[in-house]
T-cell receptor, first 116, second 115 residues
């Protein structure tokens, strides 16, 4: 079973609108971290936002927010006021701590295209 | 990305050839990772190293070896390249990405084609 599931292979959004990218995770650990990364067509991996499992408030970073629903094991990324430059692949990731090592696991990604 | 340097950026190999992908970080991090990225598969962990001198297998280690001889460098070796190893390879290290928050800093990637 996948530890990180991103069910939307591709998403389209109109410029200036908001978009939600889905992510569900599977872990039996109480302590874990959730991340979103952006990969533009140039290929680099850019960190966007982080949510710790004990954080009670949803993380926000500028136009990015993470809708963290612990009971549902979901960590959706919300991008407000989409811009053309937001067109990219987006990866959800989870960090666990099995046996004393920090291991990040990534989902398969969602391709976001922003239309003008 | 600042702090994690991967070389080479591009490489074409013939089946059966060997090569080593180099990764170095200058941020004094303990944990380093090698991933491969294939279309529709996301990033899959090949090997990781929790500290200098230690390495462990990830999800897809077959056909690869790694070496962590010092804290700074973590190399990935393909002993006998196969077309199935055509992929984009990323090195990453665990780094402080915010106040007291640790995440992962990636190198710029190596695009490897095995013909």
């Amino acid at each position: 079973a996948q530890k990180i599931t991103q069910t939307q292979p591709g998403m389209f959004v109109q410029e200036k609108e908001a978009v939600t990218l889905d992510c569900t995770y599977d872990t039996s650990d109480q302590s874990y971290g959730l991340f979103w990364y952006k990969q533009p067509s140039s290929g680099e991996m850019i960190f966007l936002i982080y949510q710790g499992s004990y954080d009670e408030q949803n993380a926000t970073e500028g136009r990015y927010s993470l809708n963290f629903q612990k009971a549902r094991k979901s960590a959706n990324l919300v991008i407000s006021a989409s811009q053309l430059g937001d067109s990219a692949m987006y990866f959800c990731a989870m960090r666990e701590f099995p046996g004393g090592s920090y291991i990040p696991t990534f989902g398969r990604g969602t391709s976001l295209i922003v239309h003008p | 990305n600042a702090g994690v340097t991967q070389t080479p950026k591009f490489q074409v190999l013939k089946t059966g050839q060997s090569m080593t992908l180099q990764c170095a970080q200058d941020m004094n991090h303990n944990s380093m990772y090698w991933y491969r990225q294939d279309p529709g598969m996301g990033l899959r962990l090949i090997y990781y190293s929790a500290s200098e001198g230690t390495t462990d297998k990830g999800e897809v280690p077959n056909g690869y070896n790694v070496s962590r001889l010092n804290k700074r460098e973590f190399s990935l070796r393909l002993e006998s390249a196969a077309p199935s190893q055509t992929s984009v390879y990323f090195c990453a290290s665990r780094s402080e990405i915010g106040q007291g928050i640790y995440g992962y800093t990636f190198g710029s990637g190596t695009r490897l084609t095995v013909v």
